[in-house]
């Protein structure tokens, strides 16, 4: 993960995660990254100071620059909720939604999963929505024999 400091074209400072640099600028490119106080599509990345790892990994041998009071002040006008805390809160809304759509429309069959999907896509048995339960071994081998699973999503709260 890369973390990048952000501003758009009204000079709005922001900071934002991305997997990668490709994928900042695929984001980019596709008007996907916004400024969380305009809105604006109009956005560029600042410069940034290197976070150097001193020797054994003890700690920053370079401290990040601190934020000034105007760029604390534009990026969080309305105190500690960010765009990307929006943008996390409405993904796991969502996540949530089809996690419960999953467990009201379908059978939840626990660890006869990995049989019962081969059954079904064999024709052994009538096809039927079903979740259950896989290892990562059992997972990948349906995958291997053309047999379509999906993880069910888990959310933090759910480990609780």
Known sequence: ?????????????FESWFQSSSAYDSQVKRKLVTCPICGSAKVDKAIMAPRIVGKKGRGPAVPPPEPTAATTAEAAPSGPTSLLMAQERELRAKLKELRDHIVKNADNVGERFPNEARAMHYGDKEHRPIYGEASPEEAKSLIDEGIEVSPLPTLPEDRN
């Open 1 to 13: 993960m890369i973390r990048y400091a952000l501003h758009c074209d009204r000079n709005h400072a």
